[in-house]
């Protein structure tokens, strides 16, 4: 690394790094304020923003006047000067964004997920990322990188999912690197949803904390010193294997989805509804009754809000985070659930996390998935610039 630091191609590009990184946070500056604030000498400045400019990294946005002395050039990145795609596959939806460099949305394409091969969900992504692309007015060939968040975990190793039972089959992942054929990164959907609120939403300005997501599955995503923290093997956050308290309606289900997610997902809370005699579909017609004063879906819904509260309990006593966001179809309706949840926690102990729903409802997924790909974009731009 000694070695590296005396090389001046390396040290132009950390520089010019820094010089963009602060612009990214902060937005428009001039050279002197730039070097006043980097330390950079102001011959450094300019001589790194002059080969930024040129290759269009950043541009001139204005100018200032009005005081003694020559007039002062604002600069700031030019945000348009490379795009990267997010890409959320739920079970029911699956949703494209492209944005710029700050993550500003440019395009955008929703389509429902009828695939029922790998095959038919590699296109349908293609063909809805490539539309996103053309309302852009951009070619889907010119994206400098796409994320794309599913269900499951993406091992390197052996180029499968795992842990994704509602997903065709594994090897979706290979099918989307040859359809979609960008720099591509696959990552748990769930782990995404909490690098969007990081970014976004409830998670701002929380170096510790965790994303709880309970609706057709369960998982959680887990942000450690203000870094997404997936263990080992990625599998960090497959609180769906935690053991429930309840044994779960099929045993089946322990090896497919494990037994927290058997019982407190969506499908489990039809279960509970449908034993209890509610002739009802699925788990947002349960909430619904509930909502509307029905006894019996208010008990089963009672029932959803313990389980969720002893397994919120289990993450505090882990992980200790300073909040725990709670999303998903089943999750977000903190207004039935709140109570219940509350109550169970305080039977447990003395751990009291603090739990606060989404604030980003349906796009926590895909802003995730924006904000990792313009992270990596980044990265991508410098490596290039170091070659």
């Not at 300019?46 to 990294?57: I, K, P, R, W």
Request: proline share 4%; charged share 20%.
């Amino acid at each position: 690394m000694r070695g590296e630091l005396g090389n001046p191609r390396l040290l132009r590009v950390l520089n010019e790094r820094r010089l963009l990184d602060q612009l990214h946070e902060h937005g428009p500056a001039s050279r002197a304020d730039l070097a006043k604030i980097t330390g950079l000498s102001k011959p450094t400045v300019s001589a790194a923003l002059a080969g930024l400019e040129e290759d269009g990294l950043v541009h001139l946005v204005g100018e200032v006047s009005g005081r003694p002395g020559p007039v002062t050039s604002l600069y700031d990145m030019n945000a348009g000067s490379a795009h990267v795609a997010g890409i959320d596959i739920g079970r029911d939806w699956i949703r494209v964004a492209v944005a710029d460099l700050r993550g500003a949305f440019v395009g955008r394409t929703d389509g429902r997920n009828t695939a029922r091969s790998s095959a038919e969900l590699a296109t349908v992504v293609d063909q809805l990322a490539r539309a996103a692309a053309r309302e852009a007015d951009l070619d889907w060939s010119s994206i400098a990188c796409a994320v794309v968040g599913t269900p499951g975990v993406y091992d390197q190793a052996v180029g499968k999912l795992l842990f994704a039972p509602n997903l065709p089959d594994p090897d979706i992942a290979e099918r989307l690197r040859s359809a979609l054929a960008v720099d591509l990164v696959i990552e748990n959907d769930i782990n995404l949803a909490a690098v969007g609120e990081h970014a976004y939403g409830e998670g701002q300005g929380k170096s510790n904390f965790a994303l709880v997501s309970i609706g057709t599955g369960v998982g959680m995503g887990i942000v450690v010193n203000g870094e997404l923290y997936v263990g080992a093997r990625g599998a960090a956050g497959e609180v769906s294997y935690v053991p429930a308290a309840e044994d779960p309606w099929d045993t089946g289900d322990l090896q497919a989805h494990g037994s927290t997610e058997a019982v407190a997902a969506a499908t489990g809370v039809v279960r509970a509804a449908r034993s209890a005699g509610l002739d009802l579909a699925t788990a947002k017609e349960v909430f619904t009754a509930a909502a509307g004063g029905d006894p019996v879906a208010r008990t089963v819904v009672e029932a959803e809000g313990r389980r969720i509260g002893a397994l919120l309990v289990t993450v505090a006593a882990v992980l200790d985070p300073e909040v725990i966001v709670l999303s998903g179809g089943v999750g977000r309706n903190l207004d039935l659930l709140g109570e219940a949840i509350q109550s169970r926690i305080d039977e447990l102990g003395p751990l009291r996390p603090v739990v606060v729903p989404s604030a980003l409802g349906d796009s926590g997924v895909l802003l995730g998935a924006v904000a990792h790909a313009r992270s990596r974009a980044w990265d991508l731009i410098f490596d290039s610039r170091r070659a």
